[in-house]
């Protein structure tokens, strides 16, 4: 990516709908994005195999020792889940399963 707003992301999803590009290899939610309104598109998400990891956990974070906010934030998520999950399925955002656990060491108790 480059400071030109003329030269943005979509327009490399654009060119495979075009023909002038076979394939592209972008990161997820820009490709479902701009794919999504190019029917002859399919956006095919890259898993992890081993040491190659191609898949990332988005996550949200609270100041260290913030427990209640911490909380507040988690139930939130879980409340929401079905319509965060309809979002990001309007926007043709690729989702696949975590490839990890979170680790109990990053809970702050």
């Known amino acids: 990516m480059n400071g030109d707003p003329e030269d943005y992301p979509g327009k490399m999803v654009?060119?495979?709908?075009?023909?002038?590009?076979?394939?592209?290899?972008?990161?997820?939610?820009?490709?479902?994005?701009f794919a999504k309104p190019q029917p002859?598109?399919?956006v095919i998400p890259m898993t992890s195999e081993?040491?190659?990891?191609?898949?990332?956990?988005?996550?949200?974070?609270?100041?260290?020792?913030?427990?209640p906010w911490k909380e507040t934030v988690e139930m939130a998520m879980d409340a929401n889940a079905p319509q965060i999950a309809?979002?990001?399925?309007?926007?043709?955002?690729?989702v696949v399963a975590a490839s990890s656990k979170p680790r109990k060491d990053d809970d702050d108790d």
């Open 14 to 33: 654009k060119r495979v709908a075009e023909g002038e590009y076979d394939v592209l290899v972008i990161w997820g939610p820009i490709a479902g994005y």
């Open 40 to 42: 002859d598109l399919a």
């Open 50 to 67: 081993g040491s190659n990891v191609f898949d990332f956990a988005i996550s949200m974070g609270v100041r260290y020792g913030e427990r």
């Open 86 to 94: 309809m979002i990001l399925e309007e926007y043709g955002v690729p």
